[in-house]
């Protein structure tokens, strides 16, 4: 079981930025999609961002699309998201997770198995 761990959040003021990483266990990234997605407080988990395995296919959501950018370093096994442009919409615990199954599902929650315990995201107005 690979194991991921999110940290890079804490609370910030509208129009700030913050940079996610997602350390995994072991040879992960690069190998499978990897993404990130949130979930606010009374909502639903969201998609937010993937990348393909070659690294060559990345989608976002609208909401964070022109403000968010999905990258990693293959050689530290980290995923990273970096978050410009903050506003109090975007407050909400962020989780990487990889899809451990063959091809690319992009933005389809059910094909990620493989989750971290989350970080949080706070956005002051």
């Known amino acids: 079981q690979v194991q991921l761990v999110e940290s890079g959040g804490g609370l910030v003021q509208a129009g700030e930025s913050l940079r996610l990483s997602c350390a995994a266990s072991r040879r992960t990234v690069g190998t499978k999609p990897m993404a990130w997605f949130r979930q606010a407080p009374g909502k639903e988990r969201e998609f937010v961002a993937v990348l393909s395995s070659g690294g060559d296919i990345t989608d976002y959501a609208d909401s964070v699309k022109g403000r968010f950018t999905i990258s990693r370093d293959n050689g530290k096994n980290t995923l990273y998201l970096q978050m410009n442009g903050l506003q109090p919409e975007d407050t909400a615990v962020y989780y990487c997770?990889?899809?451990?199954?063959?091809?690319?599902?992009?933005?389809?929650?059910?094909?990620?198995?493989?989750w971290g315990q989350g970080t949080q995201v706070t956005v002051a107005s």
């Open positions: 997770a990889f899809d451990p199954s063959r091809g690319y599902h992009g933005s389809d929650p059910t094909y990620y198995t493989n």
